[in-house]
């Protein structure tokens, strides 16, 4: 190397506790603004140049850096995400985080090269308040993270010439994985969109214009659809009630034959008051003083397996169904069963 350069990299070996104090700062910082928007991502990496590293990069073109100053990727810093559009919304909140070098920043996803998907990174180089030296930030999604290690592990991009079928067959590899990328995207949009439209018709009531599943279910629940049934329960012997998730009852509810929250609302309007006399057969004569949060939801199952003709195997699917296969699941439904029969009157036809 020339002496222009050895100076450089002497500059470089003085300034190298400020580049870790930096480096601390900078993932520090970007991990704590993630958190606090509530963005997930694959990844936060950070690393400085090592001295080999740099020296490789002068002998090259040392001369077109008057100071180590000029040099911009000393430190650098990465956030993979998991789909594009999220790319943007970090790029933002990094705008508020650091000083942006416009002029030096660039974004290569706007470049649309044939061979450029692994490549299509945000550049970023920043500053951090009250520090000389800038910093590069490439935000990335996780597929194009992988498809630049593919290439760097193939020398695809290493200058090393290779034959056009393989370039050819690389393109095309990376042209479908653009699509996956930006499809990720979009399905993650629509799933957004279809949950907005789920709660719409949930707040308006039109239950029966929204098929059962797992979103939807959640949905529903918000609303919370057997709490004034739970509250009759709990009143019984004045106790209090436990809340416990009811997603369980998903699969239940489906082979009970609900198809949409209508059909779940249909299903508690018809059996609640028997679900209440069950509770309260099941309650008069304890001093139990803490329930759980699907004892109306729990009873209006069984008052409906009931009323099919489900028996004491059916209550046993049931139980089943909700705690697993378990040898106390026969003697719960035999009671059950027997509860049923005292307290209900279409059991004792």
Excluded at 214 to 239: C, H, M, V, W
Excluded at 266 to 278: I, P, S, V
Excluded at 319 to 334: D, I, S, T, V
């Amino acid at each position: 190397m020339d002496l222009h350069s050895e100076m450089i990299l002497e500059e470089y070996r003085e300034a190298l506790p400020v580049f870790e104090k930096m480096q601390a700062e900078v993932t520090r910082t970007l991990r704590e603004a993630l958190e606090r928007n509530g963005m997930e991502v694959t990844a936060v990496e950070s690393r400085i140049k090592t001295e080999e590293s740099l020296k490789g990069k002068l002998a090259l073109k040392g001369s077109k850096y008057a100071t180590l100053s000029d040099i911009t990727d000393i430190l650098g810093a990465r956030i993979i995400t998991f789909y594009t559009d999220d790319v943007d919304r970090i790029a933002a909140m990094s705008e508020q985080l650091f000083e942006i070098d416009w002029t030096n920043s660039v974004d290569k996803r706007r470049l649309h090269q044939l061979d450029s998907f692994g490549y299509n990174s945000l550049h970023y180089i920043c500053r951090l308040p009250g520090y000389e030296y800038r910093f590069e930030l490439q935000l990335r999604t996780t597929l194009q993270h992988a498809w630049a290690a593919i290439n760097h592990d193939t020398g695809y991009k290493s200058g090393v010439e290779i034959p056009r079928e393989y370039m050819r067959r690389m393109n095309r590899l990376a042209g479908m994985l653009e699509m996956v990328d930006d499809e990720f995207s979009r399905i993650r949009m629509e799933i957004s969109d279809y949950r907005r439209r789920v709660q719409q018709l949930v707040q308006n009531g039109k239950l029966d214009d929204v098929l059962l599943d797992g979103d939807t279910f959640n949905s529903y629940l918000q609303a919370k659809p057997f709490e004034r049934l739970n509250k009759r329960i709990a009143a019984i012997n004045q106790a209090e009630i436990q809340e416990v998730p009811l997603i369980r009852y998903l699969r239940v509810l489906k082979a009970l034959g609900c198809n949409t929250l209508g059909d779940v609302r249909q299903l508690r309007n018809k059996y609640e008051e028997d679900a209440y006399a069950l509770a309260r057969h099941q309650l008069g004569n304890t001093d139990l003083d803490i329930i759980s949060s699907a004892v109306g939801l729990q009873n209006i199952c069984i008052v409906c397996i009931l009323n099919q003709g489900g028996g004491k195997i059916g209550l046993l699917r049931f139980f089943n169904a909700l705690n697993g296969h378990n040898p106390q699941n026969e003697a719960l439904a035999e009671l059950t069963y027997n509860q049923a029969v005292a307290a209900l009157p279409f059991m004792q036809k």
